[in-house]
């Protein structure tokens, strides 16, 4: 069970209660409230999750009005654990952006686990430029894709700074991702090649070919050993409870077993990158055997 389902029966707990000490059943409280008796019953049961003003109903209901504040307490705690993009994105990426960077800051080893696409600490401007366009696209959210883009690179900063330890494992899939056009993209793969080599960065590689350990089911950024955090397309799942952070560990450390690095690693992007250049060249019929006049410094 995770902590958010633990924490939203939890809270269902107190407001079946509530209900109890009241003296009503699931149907008088329903009635009451003009509700469905399934809702009321969602919420206790911990399969749904109620609303501030749900909570202060309730609690007016059962004629204790002042148990709406503890209530609302613990579902702001409760919204810690799953916020939905909708609510942390509704003044646009820019202010995400920027939260993150507090929290990238505050780290000392930060382990990132991405099958699917370059993380925004490695991304360049073109690349993450493509990712915001096509996010507000989709979530319908404030179009800042330039701030978001400028938040984004600012973040980075913390990539150079001492004390900081940053640990990437990435699918060669991820790199061969094409989430931007074809020059943003070798500009990516060349911007990878350049940070892997920086001391306070450790990425790995995991080949096509190499036996996975587990599925990779999704991504996941480890901040240290107190928060992990999972992206949904829906939402951002903080996970706080010790027990769960440590199998999060013992996932990434299995692909960490057969992934390349170093030499290896660096081999494998350059590689990729070789191989889009060669596919861009024969998509636009030409020579493959003749390199760019201008080579990818001009990226």
């Known amino acids: 069970m995770t902590d958010f389902q633990r924490e939203r029966e939890a809270l269902g707990a107190w407001l079946h209660r509530l209900r109890r000490d009241a003296g009503l059943n699931g149907k ?68 995400r952006q920027r939260v993150g960077m507090e929290l990238d800051r505050a780290t000392t080893v930060l382990r990132v686990f991405e099958p699917g696409m370059i993380p925004g600490l490695l991304q360049t401007a073109e690349y993450a430029r493509s990712l915001f366009t096509a996010l507000v696209a989709l979530q319908g959210t404030p179009d800042d894709v330039p701030q978001a883009v400028e938040a984004r690179m600012e973040r980075q900063r913390v990539l150079y700074q001492a004390g900081h330890e940053f640990h990437f494992v ?26 892997a080599s920086l001391p306070g960065v450790r990425l790995g590689v995991i080949p096509d070919a190499a036996p996975l350990p587990l599925a990779p089911l999704h991504s996941f950024w480890m901040f240290d050993d107190r928060l992990v955090q999972v992206e949904t397309w829906t939402a951002e ?13 013992r996932v990434f450390d299995r692909y ?17 990158l070789a191989q889009c250049l060669t596919a861009e060249q024969d998509d636009e019929g030409i020579d493959a055997s003749v390199p760019p006049q201008s080579g990818r410094d001009s990226q």
């Open 28 to 95: 008088e409280l329903a009635e009451r409230l003009g509700w469905a008796p399934s809702k009321v019953s969602r919420i206790e049961h911990g399969r749904q999750t109620p609303t501030p003003a749900d909570l202060d109903a309730w609690s007016r209901a059962c004629g204790q009005p002042h148990a709406a504040a503890e209530l609302t307490a613990r579902l702001q705690a409760l919204d810690s654990h799953y916020v939905t993009w909708r609510r942390s994105l509704r003044a646009g990426h820019a202010p």
């Open 170 to 195: 990435l699918t060669e899939a991820a790199l061969r991702s094409r989430l931007c056009p074809p020059e943003a993209h070798r500009g990516q793969l060349d911007r990878l090649l350049a940070v």
């Open 237 to 249: 799942v903080n996970v706080t409870e010790a027990s769960e952070i440590a199998l999060y560990r």
């Open 256 to 272: 960490v077993s057969v992934a390349r690095y170093g030499s290896a690693a660096r081999a494998i992007v350059a590689a990729v």
